[in-house]
């Protein structure tokens, strides 16, 4: 069993909708990540968050905006999505500081289809 | 630039024979080196990694994989395989940028590995 939570594990939304992607972790992690997998393909990085900051933007379109309201929660907010952008959306948490190794705790993803 | 190459999009095996999915690194440090398997629609679970020290790494599921450095592979392997290990299996390292800690993956493309019953 997964200890990064994701809901929903399904989304459909049209172009014009607002959603929200949610992801928890109770590891004491304190990096997380949203990562976008298109079928058979390798996870692309999106965002990174570090003590709650944004760390990393992957040059992610304005479509997508992340938020981190406390170390155990990620949200990734959509809105005006095109329908290229329907993929599985993979929350992932890791340790961070000296000794920290690189393995990430990755949840079973939410898969996002846009009408 | 750092990156790892899975040559193999398919492979198939016998229940019960021996499995590698090849994997090779192209690191400008010493890498640190990681094993994913993903199940259908589901996320990534962590296999394995070498960070340093034995070249032979064993992880979950009875999988191990070699570290090669004169030839810049990482190999995954298994005695035996199993049908339930068919899955998509991701090699990836870590950004070699030893500053930095956070986690940062480069993933191969994948490797679709199918055991015949």
């Known amino acids: 069993d997964t200890e990064v939570t994701q809901t929903p594990k399904h989304l459909v939304m049209g172009m014009t909708n607002k959603k929200s992607l949610k992801c928890e972790q109770h590891?004491?992690?304190?990096?997380m990540y949203w990562y976008k997998q298109k079928a058979k393909k390798p996870p692309e990085l999106m965002f990174v968050y570090s003590y709650e900051k944004l760390s990393i933007n992957e040059s992610v379109p304005s479509r997508f905006s992340p938020e981190c309201p406390n170390s155990s929660l990620l949200n990734l907010h959509l809105h005006a999505l095109q329908p290229e952008d329907s993929a599985l959306y993979l929350c992932a948490s890791s340790q961070t500081g000296q000794g920290f190794t690189g393995e990430l705790f990755f949840g079973e993803g939410s898969r996002l289809t846009v009408l | 630039a750092q990156s790892v190459a899975q040559p193999e999009d398919q492979v198939n095996v016998a229940e019960g024979n021996p499995l590698t999915v090849k994997c090779t690194y192209s690191?400008?440090?010493?890498?640190?080196l990681f094993w994913y398997v993903q199940y259908p629609n589901r996320g990534l679970q962590f296999l394995l990694k070498?960070?340093?020290?034995?070249?032979l790494v064993k992880g979950s599921y009875g999988f191990e994989a070699e570290f090669n450095k004169s030839q810049t592979s990482f190999h995954l392997k298994k005695p035996s395989a199993l049908v339930s290990d068919s899955a998509l299996y991701f090699c990836a390292v870590r950004d070699p940028d030893r500053g930095s800690t956070l986690g940062r993956l480069y993933f191969g493309r994948g490797t679709q590995l199918t055991v015949w019953p």
């Open positions: 070498y960070i340093t020290g034995d070249n």
């Open positions: 590891m004491g992690h304190r990096a």
């Open positions: 690191v400008s440090g010493n890498p640190y």
